[in-house]
């Protein structure tokens, strides 16, 4: 497979490396960029964007990009704390007065971005169509009590981070997460990443691929505690999910972004270049390394490794060993993942359709990152 698009001559082993990935038999389809400062030095994208594989992956193909929507959610945020919006400090129940119930009047916005909030799940059943219903997916999580006492380890919130990051921002901003994403952020930059996405873009989106069997989230729903297990079954989800177009139109800030390599590169400019993109200041350099105070640190409830968290990023941890500590990352099921490297200057994205088994990257990311690192301390 030859890659379409662009590197700069230092960056030029990416595109062995990325290449290589489908030689493997690793990806299908996929996209990588990265940016230094407020230059793209690696654009690049191929493959095919259908198991099938009849339609390629273009220039233009979007693909859902599971929980590197967090990193979207979580830069919306700072972008408004920054702007004197939201306090981190500050109880969320200042700016959502329901969700003081349930014993939760001092969970504060901070908790709910570091995944500490105790809210990893709903405790009632829920469908997935409670949680294409905003408004019925918050007053559930306002009403209830927290899964283990606040702010005394992390749980990944996988899908309710969304919901509760995204209420604070509704609360402070009369707009919804998708809205303030776009018209803050996407819009202004020219990216191409949406949280709710429109029918025209149905077209672009490729088919995301099943990861192999056995391989899944609910491949061992035996050997969990229950904690773990309510997140993956409260409603259960299916990649078959991702194509329908109530889960596309919902606003799910933690789970059902679509962009690609490009658009996750280019919004995450902003953090990487200490509050610049494409020329546009959007924050201050102060405000975008908020991201890296960290919040929490020891054994992840939910993820049951060892996890070091700041407001709404990973850092660098046993999940994401041999990065600097002026780094942060999340990534998305299946591989997708979204990387910012303050100290260089550099973000870094990577999208793709041939899922593997796991919640946070894979070797194929790790992969092109460490390229990336190598291209750029090279003289």
Not at 267 to 278: C, E, P, R, Y
């Amino acid at each position: 497979m030859h890659a379409e698009g662009f590197t700069t001559d230092k960056f030029a082993p990416l595109r062995e490396t990325f290449e290589g990935n489908f030689a493997s038999g690793a990806d299908i389809g996929a996209s990588v960029s990265v940016r230094v400062g407020d230059e793209t030095v690696v654009d690049l994208w191929g493959g095919h964007a259908d198991a099938g594989q009849t339609k390629l992956w273009v220039k233009d193909t979007i693909v859902n990009v599971y929980s590197t929507t967090k990193t979207m959610t979580a830069l919306t945020a700072l972008l408004l704390a920054d702007r004197g919006l939201i306090d981190f400090g500050a109880p969320v129940a200042k700016y959502w007065p329901e969700f003081a119930q349930g014993g939760k009047s001092r969970v504060t916005v901070a908790q709910i971005m570091s995944h500490s909030s105790g809210l990893s799940g709903w405790r009632e059943p829920v469908s997935k169509q409670d949680l294409y219903d905003w408004e019925r997916a918050v007053e559930l999580l306002a009403a209830q009590e927290p899964f283990w006492e606040p702010g005394t380890a992390s749980g990944y919130h996988a899908v309710t981070m969304g919901f509760l990051v995204g209420e604070v921002v509704r609360r402070v901003t009369g707009k919804s997460l998708g809205t303030v994403f776009r018209e803050e952020i996407a819009e202004p930059l020219g990216a191409d990443f949406w949280i709710g996405l429109p029918p025209s873009e149905d077209d672009r989106v490729a088919e995301l691929i099943e990861p192999p069997k056995g391989t899944g989230l609910d491949a061992n729903l035996d050997a969990l505690n229950e904690i773990q297990k309510n997140w993956i079954v409260n409603p259960l989800f299916s990649v078959d999910d991702s194509k329908t177009r109530g889960w596309r139109a919902a606003e799910l800030g933690a789970s059902n972004g679509q962009g690609n390599a490009r658009s996750i590169a280019l919004v995450h400019t902003i953090l990487a270049n200490g509050g610049v993109a494409n020329g546009k200041r959007f924050m201050s350099e102060a405000g975008c390394r908020k991201a890296l105070e960290l919040q929490m640190e020891g054994t992840d409830l939910i993820l049951a490794q060892p996890a070091r968290i700041g407001l709404g990023f990973g850092l660098a941890s046993g999940m994401m060993p041999g990065i600097n500590d002026s780094t942060m990352f999340w990534g998305g099921y299946g591989g997708s993942i979204a990387i910012i490297d303050m100290q260089n200057r550099m973000s870094f994205g990577y999208a793709m359709n041939k899922m593997a088994g796991t919640t946070m990257g894979d070797m194929r990311a790790l992969g092109l990152f460490t390229t990336a690192l190598q291209a750029m301390s090279a003289t």
